[in-house]
C-alpha cells in the first residue's frame, strides 16, 4: 500500500525517525495522556472549577451552558453518548442534578461521578468561595486518582485555586459588608450559601421550588411586604420570567436587580467562577447601597 510505503521511507532517514519519536514521546507524556481524557461538569460554576485544576493538562466540557437550568433539563442525544464516553463526571450532588443519576450509573459504579456536595441540604453551595475551595480539594484528589500521571500538575493547580478562592473571600467579605442590613427578596431560593457566609438579610424567595410558581396566597403575602417597605430590592435571573417580579415591585420604591447564581451569559473557563462571584456581589452591593 503507498501510504505504509511512504511510512517506511520515511522513517527510514534521520529527520523522519526523529519526527516520529518525537510524536509518539509527547502522546506518552501526562499532558498527553490527559488531553485524551474526557472530564464532564454538570453545570458552568463546577467546570469553571475543574477547568482550573485540570489546565495543563487537558479541558472538561460543559454539560448545561447558557440559561438552562439544572432542575428541569432534558439532556439531548448528544449529551447522552458525551456521557457514555466518559471517564469522570462532577455535579454538585443528585438534589440539584438528578437527571444524571440514570445515564452516568455506570460512572457512579465505577467510582467516577463525583458529588460535591452529596447532602440533602441546600445544594447551590458554590456560592460560597470557602465551600467552592473545599469543592477544589475534592476534584483534585478525584483527577489524581483518575490520571495519576498528571498528579503534581493537579495538585500546583488546587493549591493555586485554593489560595485565589480564599483571596476572593476576603475581597467580598469586604465589599458586601456595608449592606448586611438591607431586607431583599431573590426570586429562586439559591442564594443561602451566599447570604450565610457574608450576613446578608434575606426575608423571603418568591417561590421555593423553580418548577412550580408560586400562589395566590404567597404572591399576596410578598406584595404586602414590599408595600410596607419591608424590601430594598428583589434580585432575579435570567432562567425566570421577569413579568412576576415587575409586578411585584410596580408603585414601590423596591427595585429589581440581576442575580444569576449560574453565570449564564459568561464565557465557561476557569475565570468563569470569579466573574460569576464579583459580578453577584457588584448586583447586591449596587442595588441595596440605593
Not at 48 to 67: D, K, N
Amino acid at each position: 500500500m503507498p501510504g505504509k510505503r511512504t511510512l517506511r521511507i520515511f522513517l527510514r532517514t534521520p529527520a523522519g525517525f526523529s519526527a516520529f519519536f518525537l510524536v509518539l514521546s509527547l502522546a506518552m507524556t501526562p499532558a498527553g495522556r490527559a488531553a485524551s481524557l474526557e472530564v464532564l461538569a454538570s453545570i458552568a460554576p463546577v467546570h469553571s472549577l475543574v477547568a482550573a485544576v485540570m489546565q495543563g493538562a487537558g479541558e472538561p466540557r460543559l454539560i448545561i451552558s447558557g440559561s438552562a437550568s439544572p432542575h428541569n433539563i432534558h439532556l439531548k442525544p448528544s449529551q447522552m453518548r458525551a456521557l457514555q464516553r466518559a471517564d469522570m463526571v462532577f455535579r454538585i450532588g443528585p438534589a440539584l442534578e438528578h437527571f444524571l443519576t440514570k445515564p452516568a450509573r455506570h460512572l457512579a459504579a465505577a467510582g467516577r461521578l463525583i458529588d460535591l456536595a452529596p447532602g440533602k441540604g441546600d445544594p447551590h453551595v458554590w456560592l460560597d468561595p470557602l465551600r467552592a475551595r473545599d469543592m477544589v480539594t475534592v476534584m483534585e484528589a478525584a483527577l489524581v486518582r483518575l490520571d495519576p500521571a498528571s498528579a503534581a500538575l493537579y495538585r500546583r493547580n488546587a493549591d493555586r485555586q485554593r489560595q485565589r478562592l480564599a483571596d476572593l473571600d476576603r475581597r467580598l467579605r469586604q465589599k458586601l459588608s456595608g449592606i448586611k442590613a438591607r431586607p431583599f427578596l431573590v426570586y429562586h431560593d439559591a442564594f443561602n450559601a451566599f447570604v450565610h457566609r457574608y450576613h446578608l438579610t434575606q426575608v423571603a424567595a418568591i417561590t421555593l421550588n423553580p418548577g412550580r410558581p408560586p400562589g395566590v396566597a404567597r404572591i399576596g403575602r410578598l406584595r404586602d411586604m414590599i408595600v410596607r417597605g419591608k424590601v430594598a430590592c428583589i434580585f432575579t435571573g435570567p432562567q425566570f420570567p421577569p413579568s412576576l417580579a415587575r409586578a411585584l415591585v410596580r408603585g414601590t420604591p423596591a427595585r429589581l436587580a440581576a442575580a444569576d447564581p449560574l453565570g449564564a451569559s459568561l464565557t465557561p473557563g476557569p475565570e468563569l467562577y470569579f466573574t460569576l462571584m464579583n459580578d453577584l456581589a457588584d448586583s447586591f452591593t449596587t442595588c441595596l447601597s440605593k
